[in-house]
């Protein structure tokens, strides 16, 4: 792990959207990890979100109303920026992430001197996958993935990723809601940055996705290119 | 027949709202222009309805009623188009403003801290 003096520009942002429940443990967990600079962007929540992420120690910025979590990783990695961040990680605040995957993934980022470090569940096998997911569902939306990005990726809508501060720069996320998984490959493929994925754990609360959220994705991403 | 009476008063009174509307600084002139343009040829088919058989006969369609539906439903796909890419527009430029007052609120309240 690195030390805190060697984390000072490294920033953490996590969107959360009425996840008080949940959000106090991933902050301590992180700060446990040895990560200081942690930023919570509350998307509009309606529950203590922001309080408790503040009380757990957290730069905590809200947004008036919720606009998404494309939208929130996009002010937490501005207000990182202008804070001096070096580093910029984009983390789940629903507790899915595990803190221990960051350091390593840090430590590719500098030494390979990478723009761009993306979680994927499929490089280990920690990740419990559920059975539709990991054989039907994720294998087309990797294939729809690369069709729309032109990146290879050996997994899709992972939204653990490291970047470097020219990366957060060049990278612009449009998309509010979730569709700005798919809109960063693209832009990592636009602008030659160089990237390499970590294998990451992800535990599963929830479902996540299903169809329908695919094709929402599909109909955002559609309507972007009107912009 | 009574329904095109209607239909020819409802788009006078459409075409009164347009001027309104271009008076007021809310419609540019070739929008206000264009949508007169409407209003009228569709009081042209209303009066005369043998007018569509030419438009019809130019389209390939069979009868004059099916070409209008057949034009009226893909400019109404349209339209709703139209409408949800400024809706986009729209929720992006919320976004950008949501943005703005949140980073600036935020750092703010930083400098006060330091």
């Avoid at chain 1, 636009?190 to 294998?199: G, Q, S, V």
């Avoid at chain 2, 007018?51 to 130019?58: D, E, G, I, K």
């Avoid at chain 2, 949800?84 to 949501?98: A, G, N, S």
Wanted: charged share 20%.
């Amino acid at each position: 792990m690195d030390t805190p003096k060697a984390n000072a520009d490294i920033f953490i942002v996590i969107p959360a959207y009425n996840e008080a429940e949940r959000i106090g443990r991933v902050i301590r967990g992180l700060f446990e990890h040895g990560w200081k600079k942690i930023i919570v962007v509350d998307d509009g929540s309606s529950d203590a979100t922001m309080m408790v992420a503040r009380e757990a120690g957290a730069l905590v910025i809200r947004h008036g109303s919720n606009r998404g979590q494309g939208a929130s990783l996009q002010t937490g990695t501005e207000l990182a920026r202008n804070l001096g961040a070096d580093v910029i990680i984009h983390f789940d605040g629903d507790g899915q992430f595990n803190a221990s995957d960051i350091a390593g993934a840090v430590a590719k980022l500098k030494t390979e001197q990478l723009d761009v470090v993306l979680g994927s569940r499929f490089l280990d096998g920690r990740s419990r996958i559920p059975w539709l997911k990991r054989t039907i569902l994720l294998p087309v939306a990797r294939w729809i993935n690369y069709a729309l990005t032109g990146l290879k990726l050996s997994d899709v809508h992972n939204g653990f990723r490291v970047l470097s501060r020219r990366a957060s720069t060049r990278i612009c996320i449009n998309q509010d809601r979730m569709a700005h998984n798919t809109e960063i490959p693209a832009q990592i493929k636009k602008y030659h940055l160089a990237w390499a994925e970590y294998p990451v754990e992800v535990i599963y609360f929830e479902p996540g996705q299903g169809v329908a959220g695919g094709l929402t994705i599909l109909w955002d991403l559609f309507l972007g290119t009107f912009r | 027949m009574l329904i095109q009476i209607l239909l020819i008063l409802f788009f006078l009174l459409a075409i009164i709202k347009v001027i309104r509307r271009y008076q007021g600084g809310d419609l540019t002139r070739r929008a206000a222009f264009i949508w007169i343009l409407f209003w009228v040829l569709a009081g042209v088919v209303v009066a005369l309805p043998d007018s569509t058989f030419y438009l019809a006969h130019m389209l390939g369609v069979g009868r004059g009623a099916d070409a209008i539906v057949y034009i009226a439903l893909a400019g109404l796909f349209f339209l709703v188009f139209r409408l949800m890419v400024r809706v986009e527009r729209l929720t992006k430029d919320i976004t950008r403003f949501v943005r703005h007052e949140a980073l600036a609120e935020a750092e703010k309240k930083i400098t006060e801290q330091k």
